[in-house]
């Protein structure tokens, strides 16, 4: 047995800590997502095309969209393409230990409550970003709907095992992330004066930033549950790094390198950077107050170690990291 194992870290305790927690996932469906009836849809920010002036609105649209730079848009079709892969994320989330047990989908339970309601809500984010990209005419939206297909085919696997302390680690950590990348696009969008994509983008971040909240809150209280499992898991998933959702979106393509070449874009242009996913680790590290907690076992007060210098050696790393100065614009037309 591992170091690392044998101080508790079971997932059947884990299983244990995360039902403890079932009433406070169900309280942050009320009160942290929005009910259906009250939350914002796509068609608030896109023209309605039962209007008479709907062709007008279409052409204003196009007009602003036509100021914004080809690496802003193909930034912002990356990030469309990784919210259309939602498939992917629900089934990931649904995989993961302790969240539906009972395999019944209409079941009470909070996680189970938790899960439909977030993948409602993030629904919408594909489907705006979706629309409007299509609608600007700056895609090529056949190529566009290749990559989501493949991406969907291929899945993803964000190497937390199933096991639910990492995948809330994961999730906090990755809803942090897009939100970052929205607000980005968002004030890029409105340096190039497309106000009503500013718009979009700010208010995808929102639901992010609530996604977030969320989630962090649960991670928060499984710290005080137990400190130990989760100080481990939380190294755990730090040592394999934060897979980002979208990174299979070329592989088995014709372009297996689209990834990559997206997210140089998104380093390049400041949408999402190694600087974002240092200071993420800092937060994190900061709110679940990793480096005061006290108490620990040896391989925990161990893990305790590494998290506390982590963001740091990042910092560093993203320092060092150079900008790439060649590169190449996917989905355009
Ligand atoms: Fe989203
Ligand atoms: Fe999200």
Redesign the pocket.
């Known amino acids: 047995m591992k170091e690392s194992e044998d101080i508790n870290y079971t997932l059947e305790k884990n299983l244990e800590v995360i039902s403890q927690l079932n009433e406070m996932v169900d309280d942050a469906v009320d009160n942290i997502l929005v009910d259906p009836d009250e939350c914002w849809q796509p068609t608030d920010f896109l023209p309605d095309m039962a209007e008479s002036d709907a062709f007008d609105e279409i052409r204003k649209l196009q007009e602003r969209a036509a100021g914004i730079p080809d690496t802003v848009i193909t930034s912002l079709i990356g990030n469309m393409i990784?919210?259309e892969a939602?498939p992917s994320y629900q089934t990931y989330f649904n995989l993961v230990e302790g969240i539906n047990p009972e395999g019944n989908l209409l079941s009470p339970s909070g996680w189970v409550k938790w899960s439909k309601a977030w993948t409602a809500?993030?629904n919408r984010?594909?489907d705006l970003l979706n629309k409007y990209l299509y609608l600007s005419g700056r895609a090529d939206m056949r190529k566009v709907e290749q990559t989501i297909h493949r991406l969907i085919y291929n899945g993803f696997d964000p190497k937390s095992e199933k096991d639910p302390f990492q995948a809330i680690i994961y999730t906090s950590f990755q809803?942090r992330a897009?939100k970052v990348s929205?607000v980005n696009t968002g004030k890029l969008a409105d340096k190039a004066g497309d106000h009503v994509l500013a718009r979009i983008c700010k208010t995808?971040a929102g639901?992010?930033s609530r996604?977030e909240r969320a989630y962090k809150s649960f991670m928060s209280r499984i710290f005080e549950i137990d400190p130990n499992g989760a100080m481990l898991a939380f190294e755990k998933m730090m040592r394999k790094q934060i897979v980002m959702p979208a990174v299979l979106m070329g592989k088995g393509g014709d372009n297996p390198t689209l990834f990559d070449q997206f997210s140089a874009i998104t380093q390049k242009i400041g949408v999402y950077t190694g600087w974002d996913y240092a200071r993420i680790i800092d937060h994190l590290v900061k709110l679940w107050k990793i480096e005061t907690i006290t108490g620990l076992d040896g391989a925990a007060a161990k893990a305790q170690d590494y998290l506390s210098g982590l963001s740091s050696r990042y910092m560093r790393l993203a320092d060092r990291m150079k900008t790439p100065d060649e590169i190449s614009l996917a989905w355009l037309k």
């Open positions: 990784t919210e939602l809500e993030e984010h594909g809803e897009t929205h995808i639901d992010e996604h």
